[in-house]
């Protein structure tokens, strides 16, 4: 009895390493913290593989680095998480396929055409305050730049943070030739220049900064998740800049009807549904019941700012080097 016990549990192992071993893996790059506690991976995770019959690995990092230094021998199927100020030099690479989906059903602020990237969340950057501590916080740019120095605000390096880079953007949009002189006006405000949006929300949630940059949406999970409405993002009548989170599929995949379908599933209710509170960012298509009323309830600017991707290109590098010279 003993050895036919045995003999069966060597048959049920070896049935499961070869179901195991029949299991496509799609591999799927994404930033470092789309698979945290916080983030929306596990959720998209438990979702997409209750549908595709494989086995979906997300691999964490600087997704847009990481593709242009492996080329055509990546591993990755899908992409995740690359930014509409990222896909000039990302479609640049020629690793990208069409993504064969209908920006139609789309519900953004601006007009989507591109058939390479698609959206899958947005938000608009802004600068994010207490409303115990900041009795009266800027009510335009004008008004952060003039600010008292003693004002302490934490941004994100352009360098290494996509948040960072959009503020820079976001400043050339609205003052043109002369953001010069605005990056020399808010400079004795900004305390500390971090690498990443983490870093700086850490020391905002901590009381070391009176405002931060972020979007306007992150006040949504102080309100949902924490039950605490003293966050709020400061609007300002010059608008604000667009920011979106974008998938996009590799023409060297090795299951390209598995990266086809999870394309797909990124537009679907089931992953759009789960954005706002999964990722604390307008889902890319909202329909009735995808917002809660907390975050629906949430000002947005009256005018949205966004630059074309051969626009942002452009101006990275110029716009850059006027932050350097202000900051060195």
């Not at 995740?80 to 953004?108: C, M, V, Y």
């Amino acid at each position: 009895m003993r050895r036919s016990l045995i003999g069966l549990a060597f048959l049920a192992g070896m049935a499961t390493t070869a179901q195991a071993e029949d299991t496509p893996v799609l591999t799927v790059y994404e930033p470092d913290y789309f698979t945290s506690e916080w983030g929306p991976g596990p959720q998209i995770e438990k979702g997409f593989e209750a549908q595709c019959g494989c086995d979906l690995q997300f691999v964490a990092g600087d997704v847009l680095s990481r593709i242009m230094l492996e080329g055509k021998n990546t591993k990755a199927d899908v992409v995740i998480g690359l930014n509409t100020d990222q896909t000039a030099r990302a479609r640049k690479t020629g690793l990208f396929a069409p993504s064969n989906e209908d920006n139609s059903r789309l519900t953004l602020p601006i007009k989507w055409t591109d058939d390479t990237f698609v959206p899958f969340n947005w938000s608009e950057t802004a600068f994010i305050y207490d409303k115990t501590k900041l009795k009266t916080p800027p009510k335009s740019f004008d008004d952060l730049l003039n600010a008292p120095d003693d004002l302490k605000i934490a941004i994100q390096d352009p360098r290494s943070s996509v948040s960072g880079l959009a503020l820079l953007l976001w400043v050339k949009a609205v003052y043109g030739d002369k953001a010069p002189e605005a990056w020399a006006k808010l400079k004795p405000k900004v305390l500390t220049v971090t690498p990443g949006w983490s870093e700086s929300y850490g020391l905002f949630t901590d009381g070391e900064v009176d405002m931060v940059l972020s979007y306007t949406t992150s006040p949504a999970y102080h309100i949902i998740a924490e039950n605490d409405d003293t966050k709020a993002a400061a609007i300002f009548p010059e608008g604000h800049y667009f920011m979106a989170e974008l998938v996009a599929q590799l023409k060297s995949s090795k299951h390209p009807e598995l990266a086809q379908k999870f394309m797909d599933y990124v537009l679907s209710d089931d992953f759009q549904s789960m954005i706002a509170t999964a990722n604390w960012s307008y889902p890319a298509i909202i329909k009735d019941g995808f917002l809660p009323k907390e975050f629906a309830d949430l000002p947005r600017p009256a005018k949205t700012i966004f630059y074309s991707e051969d626009e942002a290109e452009a101006l990275r590098q110029p716009a850059l080097d006027e932050w350097l010279a202000a900051f060195r």
